[in-house]
């Protein structure tokens, strides 16, 4: 399968196109300063995979990668458990460095981290690109959520799956 993910914020265009990678991870590494939280080198090596994939990533992928490098690297210890990883998941994703897709198990980096958006991502079933539309006002539904229904929103991603405008 081939999940592209592009971030949609004033025009298409691709993720890795628009962040420097390193940029991101200074900046992150300044977030988590602030506000007194560690970083710590796990946390930061599965930052970077998702920064740098091309694809959304599964935690099963990100445990693959991880194990990959160790091995390619002489690392003593190879082994990666899965509830590792999903801790660095949480992390992130409390944070704001990433959003999660449940629908198809798999992380991807947030185009605008730290803001506190709700994150909307298009999802085509035809070639499983992503896109994120973070520039979409849904203002009227959190609104709902919180002032109507007393609903506490702790995080919030909208997934649409359709078919793409390359596809059609």
């Given amino acids: 399968m081939n999940h592209n993910h592009a ?41 970077n995979l998702i920064l740098e994939a091309k694809k959304p990533l599964g935690a099963y992928d990100l445990i693959s990668a991880l194990q990959s490098s160790r091995h390619s690297s002489g690392a003593k210890n190879k082994n990666i458990a899965p509830p590792t990883i999903y801790r660095s998941l949480e992390f992130l994703l409390n944070e704001g460095l990433i959003h999660q897709l449940s629908s198809m198990n798999a992380y991807v980096p947030c185009c605008h981290p730290r803001s506190q958006h709700v994150a909307a ?16 006002p849904v203002d009227g539904i959190t609104e709902f959520a919180k002032n109507d229904a007393g609903f506490e929103i702790e995080r919030a991603v909208i997934e649409l799956k359709g078919v793409c405008r390359a596809c059609r």
């Fill in 7 to 47: 971030c949609h914020c004033d025009h298409h265009h691709n993720v890795h196109q628009h962040h420097n990678i390193a940029e991101r991870m200074q900046d992150a590494k300044a977030h988590c300063e602030a506000r007194g939280v560690r970083f710590t080198p796990l946390r930061e090596e599965v930052y």
């Fill in 121 to 136: 991502f298009l999802i085509c079933q035809k070639c499983d690109s992503v896109e994120e539309c973070s520039n979409v």
